[in-house]
């Protein structure tokens, strides 16, 4: 059965272009919430592949202590718009305790059905704990036979496991027009147990100056053109090796969908946006190693997700895209962000970003934490940005800042909960920033409650830097904010501190460039705030 569907905009616009939007929304929210049931046949074992059918790589994700993710995706072409089509293939995987696959520990047969874009996501169990595995996938038979690369991944330690330390880096925003992905074969070579990446993962739209690379095709609105663009930036040897080193923690923002979209709603109030969303949260899955119970159905995919590393370390990773209100305040016609000055929207306490739900399953997760960190990996800028230079104040209202009830109910449920150091991390803004996070930010004197470190871009461009230097001035609970570069930040959680690193690139459109370490900071163990290490 072949489930090929061409959903191309047209270039009519008004009343035809909705009547088309309204059936593609019917048509795509069915196709999405199919699913093949396991009992398909005709799988075949093996079959000539007209190149390598790894051209993707190998990647692994979501760990823990007994389990871990482990992922491909047949694709031949990472250029092209058909894929493999409706063929089946079977795959088989091995999970081994030694680079050499001398000591197979686990292995098995996956079918690679189309209608997930021919990618499989094995969820190894069984394992030990806090140790490196290794794996790899086959496919094929004979002469067409085909391995894909060995990827290495790490489950998590034991969860009485108190001591030790946890190496991980986090990163977002990796516009691959804008520059060449060095920080990955940079970070590579600090070889983290763990990449935490907060979104922005791939670029819908073609933007900014100086641009080292195309993506080759307009914006994408089907599944087929969101699965060619992930394969574009999967093609990226520096990014495939990373995934291939460690395993990630992964959530979205904006645009792997379309740029500030708030849960049903697209910026430009385009009509049959749900079947556009429901395409591209398809295609994350499709390239991500996540779960099956983060696979998306009837257009709706569970991400959220919690993850512990023993007894040092909790990761609440959060999705403040999918269930968040609309955007207050927007321009006349429009959806989307906006700076705003006078906006009592804004302030409605019954405005969410995570959604209640969201709300409660962390707050309920707060409560039963027991680790020394707990890291609340989230999009963007936690902490208050008054962008208003003297009397007056002006937010932003596509982050927290649009939703200052919703962050207070945040910070309430750390103190509360009485949350052990607390680190919250972001991305989104294209900037460094680090800040105190206050327990109210509009009493300025209020205690400390908790850490941010929000990270600059892979290679989107930030803001200039004059704009931050003055923000700087107007919100003194930030202790570190600077633009001009491009990179990750690299932490370090050991019982009794958090040494965050943050590594920029000296210039992410030289493909040979350099990295650099632009500051470091140490927060101490029961101590919340950073200081300069």
């Known amino acids: 059965m072949k489930l090929t569907v061409k959903l191309r905009t047209p270039a009519a616009s008004g009343s035809d272009r909705r009547q088309w939007l309204s059936r593609s929304a019917q048509l795509c929210a ?13 799988v075949p074992a093996g079959g000539a592949f007209a190149a390598d059918p790894f051209a993707l790589g190998v990647a692994s994700g979501a760990p823990a202590e007994d389990s871990v993710v482990i ?27 030694d680079e050499a696959f001398r000591r197979v520990v686990r292995r098995g047969q ?25 794996y790899r996938f086959h496919v094929g038979s004979g002469a067409s036979a085909a391995t894909s690369p060995v990827g290495r991944t790490l489950t998590a330690p034991p969860r009485a496991a108190a001591g030790g ?21 940079h970070l590579l070579d600090e070889s983290p147990d763990l990449v935490v990446f907060l979104g922005d993962y791939i670029y819908e739209s073609s933007w900014g100056r100086h641009k080292v690379r195309a993506h080759g095709r307009g914006e994408p609105f089907t599944l087929e053109e969101y699965r060619a663009r992930h394969a574009l930036y999967r093609s990226d040897a520096h990014l495939q090796r990373m995934h291939a080193a460690a395993p990630w923690l992964v959530t979205w923002d904006d645009h792997e969908v379309d740029n500030d ?42 991400l959220h997700s919690h993850h512990r590393f023993g007894a040092l370390a909790e990761f609440f990773v959060l999705d403040d895209r999918q269930y968040r209100d609309y955007q207050a305040c927007p321009r006349p016609g429009r959806g989307g962000s906006r700076r705003v000055t006078d906006c009592d929207e804004r302030l409605d306490p019954t405005r969410t970003l995570l959604g209640f739900e969201q709300e409660r399953w962390l707050g309920a ?20 940005l008054d962008s208003a230079p003297g009397p007056g104040q002006r937010f932003w209202t596509d982050g927290w800042d649009g939703y200052p009830a919703a962050r207070r109910r945040l910070t309430d449920a750390i103190s509360g909960s009485k949350l052990a150091n607390p680190l919250i991390i972001g991305g989104d803004v294209h900037a460094n920033w680090v800040c105190d996070v206050l327990e109210d930010f509009e009493r300025p004197r209020s205690r400390v409650i908790a850490t941010e470190f929000c990270g600059t871009s892979i290679t989107s461009q930030g803001r200039p830097q ?17 633009s001009t ?34 500051a470091a900071f140490v927060v101490e163990s029961g101590h919340p705030g950073a200081h300069s290490a």
């Open 30 to 42: 069915a196709l999405l919430a199919w699913h093949a049931p396991a009992s398909r046949s005709v």
């Open 71 to 97: 992922w491909t995706r047949l694709c031949t072409d990472p250029l092209a718009l058909e894929g493999l089509g409706a063929q089946q293939w079977r795959v088989g995987w091995e999970c081994a305790a």
């Open 110 to 134: 996956v079918v690679a059905h189309p209608d997930l874009g021919h990618s499989v996501h094995v969820e190894v169990d069984g394992l030990q704990p806090g140790r490196p595995y290794w």
């Open 165 to 185: 330390a946890l190496r991980f880096a986090f990163a977002s925003c990796q516009q691959y027009e804008q520059g060449w992905y060095s920080a990955w074969r």
């Open 261 to 302: 979209y708030a849960r049903d709603r697209a910026e430009d109030l385009a009509e049959g946006f749900p079947a556009r969303r429901a395409a591209a949260y398809q295609a994350f899955f499709e390239h991500m190693p996540l779960r099956e119970l983060a696979r998306p159905r009837d257009g709706v995919m569970r």
């Open 365 to 384: 997760g707060f409560a039963q934490s027991r680790a020394r960190w707990n890291v609340i990996a989230q999009q963007t800028l936690f902490s208050q």
């Open 466 to 482: 004059r704009q931050l230097d003055l923000e700087r001035v107007e919100n003194p609970h930030v202790r570190f904010a600077e």
């Open 485 to 518: 570069h491009r990179g990750y930040v690299s932490m370090r959680l050991t019982p009794d501190r958090c040494e965050a690193t943050l590594r920029v690139l000296d210039d992410v459109t030289d493909p040979h460039t350099a990295i650099r370490t632009r």
